[in-house]
């Protein structure tokens, strides 16, 4: 079983709409959430950052976790053509160095 | 405040050579991460630098070796390169254990 795992998308919304990404994970050992946004051909930039379980929101971006079900979402209000991106959940921990493991993305396309 | 910094941003090579990857860290960071993210695919660990030491390393082999200056600027180094080597290498910074700040990346192509 893969340590973090991400529907790929494709996933196409119409411009207005409510997006919904999400990812489960199986080590209940990991402390923190993050999700990365990726342009195409850019590196990641950090959406979001989150240690405890519930919701944390930021403008138009949710990030919610629930740590007894291993399972994180990001949600997005009035989708723009500009969120049309990679979105990457990782997971992170506190070892003798910062331990993050990735998701492999879900592409997004939000339509004018 | 620059963000973190990466040079080359591509880079064809063949195969069997070697290559040498640069990053600046974000101002006031003192720890640099190397990632590879191949098309399609989340970003994996490679290794990661504090204090000029490799603190860890991912399950990649010896081809792929770093080192961090004292000024916490890191390069990568890849030899013997194969065509699977050809992906993005992104550079990250943090401070310590915070948060990972991501470069631009440098895309390799080895042909």
């Known amino acids: 079983q893969k340590e973090v795992e991400q529907d790929p998308g494709p996933l196409s919304v119409p411009e207005g709409a409510i997006v919904s990404l999400n990812c489960t994970y199986s080590?209940?050992?990991?402390?923190?959430f993050m999700w990365y946004r990726q342009y195409s051909r850019k590196g990641p930039e950090l959406l979001m950052y989150?240690?405890?379980?519930g919701n944390k929101e930021d403008g138009r971006f949710t990030a919610q976790v629930d740590k007894s079900s291993k399972y994180i979402s990001l949600f997005i209000r009035d989708s723009q053509p500009s969120d049309s991106a990679t979105y990457l959940c990782?997971?992170?921990?506190?070892?003798?160095?910062?331990?993050?493991?990735f998701g492999p993305g879900t592409s997004l396309s939000v339509i004018p | 405040d620059a963000g973190v910094t990466q040079s080359p941003t591509h880079l064809i090579k063949t195969r069997g050579q070697q290559v040498t990857l640069r990053c600046s860290p974000k101002?006031?960071?003192?720890?640099v991460s190397w990632y590879q993210q191949a098309l399609g695919q989340g970003p994996q660990f490679i290794f990661q630098y504090y204090e000029e030491e490799e603190r860890q390393r991912g399950n990649f082999p010896d081809r792929f070796s770093g080192h961090q200056f004292p000024n916490y600027s890191s390069e990568l180094n890849v030899n013997a390169l194969l065509l699977g080597d050809s992906a993005l290498y992104l550079c990250a910074s943090s401070l310590q254990s915070q948060t990972q700040y991501f470069g631009p990346g440098t895309r390799l192509l080895v042909l």
């Open positions: 989150t240690y405890s379980s």
């Open positions: 990782a997971i992170g921990m506190k070892t003798s160095y910062d331990k993050v493991i």
């Open positions: 080590n209940s050992a990991f402390q923190y």
């Open positions: 101002s006031g960071h003192d720890t």
